[in-house]
């Protein structure tokens, strides 16, 4: 019963959460991005007053996944159409283009205050304030007091969708998806800083690892990882 009712408060916050002012510019291609966002919602035992949340969501750089990889990770629990899917996604690792995106909410910056009003007269004036602000990457959101942060997952699956073609254009003119023995110039890249940070931090081997493993490449790397590992 539980779970039942997690998954509906689940349900009921995607399906009454409305992005109201998404950023202008896209997620930054090659660093993190903040996002600050403005999320107005009632009450649920007082529809008379309205509770104004702020905070500041990290956008982290997106990063190329090979297919073979993304393949790996969602063969688990599907049948023989998705491995025939999958194997042609390993086949056509040349043109198919994943990048994985991820989130992390800056907590120093959340606040919120409750107000008694309409929801609509504190959505306009919200929405007045923030666009005389002309922050790119502002966003206002009309979600639901409780599970607010679902409101905030459904924001950021939105700004994905508004950044992901301007991602890969710029990656691909920075050749950041030419192929080297099956890997990416880009994941090649990572690599080489992952393995460069471990050498000066041995608390950063073991992340290095999980990447290699990650992204599929760890036999192509196995002898540099662990003589890394015995140098320490």
């Not at 408060?9 to 202008?24: C, G, M, S």
Request: net charge neutral; proline share 3%.
């Amino acid at each position: 019963m539980k779970k039942n009712s997690t998954e509906f408060d689940f349900w009921y916050a995607v399906n009454n959460t409305e992005i109201v002012l998404l950023p202008t510019r896209h997620i930054e291609t090659f660093g993190n991005t903040i996002i600050n966002y403005h999320m107005v919602c009632e009450l649920m035992d007082d529809t008379s007053k309205v509770r104004v949340r702020e905070g500041r969501m990290q956008a982290l750089r997106p990063q190329i996944i090979t297919p073979s990889s993304y393949a790996n990770t969602m063969l688990e629990g599907f049948g023989e159409e998705a491995r025939r899917y999958m194997e042609w996604l390993k086949k056509h690792e040349d043109t198919v283009r994943v990048l994985r995106y991820g989130y992390t909410l800056k907590k120093e910056s959340f606040s919120e205050q409750v107000v008694t009003d309409s929801l609509q007269t504190v959505m306009e004036r919200v929405r007045t304030d923030i666009n005389s602000r002309k922050d790119p990457f502002a966003a206002v959101i009309k979600g639901v007091d409780e599970p607010w942060d679902v409101c905030l997952v459904k924001l950021f699956w939105k700004v994905i969708e508004s950044s992901a073609v301007s991602n890969i254009r710029e990656l691909h003119e920075r050749h950041m998806f030419i192929m080297q023995d099956g890997i990416p110039q880009g994941i090649r890249e990572d690599i080489e800083k992952a393995f460069t940070a471990a050498q000066v931090d041995p608390s950063l081997i073991k992340p290095l690892g999980k990447f290699l493993q990650d992204n599929s490449v760890f036999e192509q790397y196995q002898d540099r990882f662990f003589k890394l590992v015995q140098g320490r």
